[in-house]
């Protein structure tokens, strides 16, 4: 396991998606740190022409802040899916949720607050989506 001040997480997921993509095209190669075992290079070449180019990984960012699920029904009432890790991983569960739900109307990825934070700060509070307000609308 790589210390946590590494900039580069190897488990990142577009970084996984990129190379199981990229080796449908080229032929990867990944150059990794002799003392640290860290990835340092990553060296492509088209299968046809053998043309190479060379990419640093320098570092990465991770959508993993915890976030929940809000979904509301046709009848108005709301209910909260989670955590799940992420804001795009949790905006992706609303339409396998609906799927399982024929009910739900509307959903939409709400952060949440870190617990050890005693104060709530301003910029922390979300409005009602338009979809949502639209379905409470069409209820009221």
Do not use: C, K
Not at 12 to 30: G, I, K
Not at 86 to 107: C, E, K, Q, S, V
């Amino acid at each position: 396991m790589h210390d946590a001040g590494y900039p580069f997480d190897t488990a990142n997921r577009a970084y996984q998606r990129f190379l199981a993509l990229a080796s449908d095209h080229f032929e990867v190669l990944s150059w990794d740190n002799a003392t640290t075992g860290r990835p340092t290079l990553i060296t492509l070449t088209d299968i046809r022409s053998r043309d190479t180019f060379r990419m640093a990984l320098l570092d990465s960012v991770e959508d993993r802040a915890p976030h929940a699920l809000l979904a509301v029904t046709t009848t108005a009432a709301l209910s909260l899916h989670g955590p799940i890790e992420g804001r795009a991983a949790t905006a992706d569960y609303g339409p396998h949720l609906a799927m399982h739900n024929p009910d739900i109307a509307a959903t939409t990825p709400v952060a949440l607050h870190d617990p050890t934070q005693a104060r709530i700060s301003d910029d922390e509070w979300t409005a009602v989506p338009v979809t949502i307000q639209q379905v409470l609308d069409r209820l009221a």
